[in-house]
């Protein structure tokens, strides 16, 4: 009887299937050259990606009074995020806004360059959307899990049920701008379990609230923008007398436009920074 090992059929359609498993099937090797061009995909890029795989971000987040992590991007290059730039770095990724420069966009899909946008957060929920779809594009999904556990541990903390009576908080930028409805500002306020006063008027996304109807109504808590100081007569509602009269030193808060001005792991400490000046205000 012959011993010599023989090769069935079975095997023989098994090889043959892998070796031809068409491309689009196989597993797609995950960009390991990244670029960023806009502030908040900046953001994400470096709560997510390993430094090592980071070609450059935008030179938005090395500006302190607009990035969270300006004190963490010493030695990443920053850029403008002209095409001129990214040719000469050939990235295998580009994460960009869907705010960003369509036309940049364009010419560089063309060009044959791989471009993720990433859409704007107007809700806390849409945070973690977010960290889940880049995470995924850099092929980070357990890094992005790791984050994402981290911010579900702070809203556990920080959750507090929104009562049909309670307390009515207002936000309130230079040029008396205020956030309503289906913003993210909109989104913290009620998640923390205020009213907001915008609710008051019907409104959705910014709109500019008098200084008059802010006066009027006092709100229990004011959220203002950290740069108060600024000699600006677009900051002159922050000094205003009749302002300052209303509302007692305790009901207003310095909220770093940083922290929310993007949707990211860093808006968490504009929460905290919320509930720390609630509470001390022994409310």
């Keep these: 009887m012959d011993s010599r ?84 770095l050939d990235p295998d990724l580009i994460l960009a806004s869907d705010h960003s420069n369509p036309q940049t966009i364009n010419l560089l899909r063309r060009l044959g360059f791989k471009v993720r946008t990433v859409p704007p957060v107007n809700d806390l929920r849409d945070i973690e959307t977010n960290i889940d779809m880049v995470a995924d594009a850099i092929g980070q999904t357990t890094r992005g899990d790791q984050v994402k556990d981290r911010i579900r541990a702070l809203l556990t903390k920080y959750k507090r049920q929104k009562e049909a009576n309670g307390p009515v908080a207002a936000t309130i930028w230079a040029n008396n701008l205020s956030a309503g409805k289906g913003t993210l500002q909109h989104s913290i306020i009620s998640f923390l379990g205020f009213q907001n006063l915008s609710e008051n008027f019907n409104v959705t996304g910014l709109y500019s609230l008098p200084l008059e109807v802010l006066v009027q109504k006092k709100p229990d808590l004011l959220l203002v923008s950290h740069y108060t100081d600024a000699p600006s007569l677009s900051n002159a509602i922050f000094s205003h007398p009749a302002l300052k009269k209303a509302l007692s030193a305790e009901t207003i808060i310095k909220i770093p436009d940083k922290l929310w001005l993007c949707g990211s792991p860093a808006t968490y400490d504009a929460l905290e920074l919320i509930v720390r000046g609630w509470r001390g205000g022994k409310r």
């Design 5 to 88: 090992p023989t090769i069935t059929f079975g095997v023989i359609f098994i090889a043959i299937s892998i070796i031809s498993v068409p491309p689009s099937i196989a597993l797609e090797a995950k960009p390991k050259r990244l670029v960023s061009i806009n502030l908040c995909t900046d953001q994400l890029l470096l709560t997510l990606a390993p430094r090592s795989q980071i070609l450059a971000l935008s030179h938005l987040i090395g500006d302190s009074n607009s990035s969270p992590y300006s004190d963490r991007v010493q030695s990443i290059p920053l850029i403008q995020g002209t095409v001129e730039e990214i040719l000469t």
